[in-house]
């Protein structure tokens, strides 16, 4: 069964700071997403990856970055956390583009 | 731009059959999921359509009209544990890559 690991269940940190999300998954995909869930607006996405060292931007990239130095894991990186910013935040991969995702069981951020 | 538009609640009782909507405007339409995510949890995969028709797994059955950009996802025989967010997911093609948007969700509430 495919496993999608997400760092950390619950996270708080504070305005300013450069916080890293870390997503590993086990079942060598080609495909890793960020989306970040906001109660009303529902899953949107930040960045897509579709191979080691590519991303794409999504929906909202703006005060994200990514990095994917090896298959298995791709990271989020918030350059510098506003209040904004505070959400919970899902990885997901897939084997194939337009695959079936699998899901991580998010990160709930808090930034104060 | 994508658009996805499902309802945003619905109640139904045990062992009743209930029918979620979603009609999507997407171009380079390539497919669209199911997902349904339990209040705390990481969303699992349903179902997916690629082609006009219904698609059948179990109690939950998927239908695609591409023409009409319109799917729907059917749930027979109720059950408590079905109460949860269905979440619709557009698939787009855009150059090489294949752009997922969701719609905001479905929350289903079953009573008895």
Known sequence: DVKVTQSSRYLVKRTGEKVFLECVQDMDHENMFWYRQDPGLGLRLIYFSYDVKMKEKGDIPEGYSVSREKKERFSLILESASTNQTSMYLCASSFRAGQPQHFGDGTRLSIL | GQNIDQPTEMTATEGAIVQI????????????????????????????????????????????????????????????????????????????????????????????
């Open chain 2, 21 to 112: 909507n979603c009609t999507y405007q997407t171009s380079g339409f390539n497919g669209l999921f199911w997902y349904q995510q339990h209040a705390g949890e990481a969303p699992t995969f349903l179902s997916y359509n690629v082609l006009d028709g219904l698609e059948e797994k179990g109690r939950f059955s998927s239908f695609l009209s591409r023409s009409k950009g319109y799917s729907y996802l059917l749930l027979k025989e109720l059950q408590m544990k079905d109460s949860a967010s269905y979440l619709c997911a557009a698939i787009n093609r855009s150059g090489g890559s294949y752009i997922p948007t969701f719609g905001r969700g479905t929350s289903l509430i079953v009573h008895p």
